[in-house]
Nanobody, 115 residues
């Protein structure tokens, strides 16, 4: 079965860093572009970052440019989101999504930036 399993979320102070991971299984990971989304309380789900299947092209929402970095390791079937200089407004549930001939969602991981 297709699975996207996220980890790395948690509580962090403003200015801190977190690295999210999403491990994929059940499909040909190297054939899929990957995306990170987030959804804050009371808000719509927002596209945060994208990366092509080969990892050569990335794109970011304006709100995270210069602070977040998306990357992938196709040998490990894993996509990452390195988040630096975190702000309270980054607080959200973060989801990974596989984008290809089919689309798959991860379960989400909570990121809370406070104090």
């Amino acid at each position: 079965q297709v699975q996207l399993v996220e980890s790395g979320g948690g509580l962090v102070q403003p200015g801190g860093s977190l690295r999210l991971s999403c491990v994929a299984s059940g499909f040909i990971f190297s054939s899929y572009a990957m995306r990170w989304y987030r959804q804050a309380p009371g808000k719509e789900r927002e596209l945060v970052a994208t990366i092509t299947s080969g990892g050569k092209i990335t794109n970011y929402a304006d709100s995270v440019k210069g602070r977040f970095t998306i990357s992938r390791d196709n040998a490990k079937n894993t996509v990452y989101l390195q988040m630096n200089s975190l702000k309270p407004e980054d607080t959200a549930v973060y989801y990974c999504r596989a984008w290809g001939i089919q689309h798959y969602w991860g379960q989400g991981t909570q990121v809370t930036v406070s104090s």
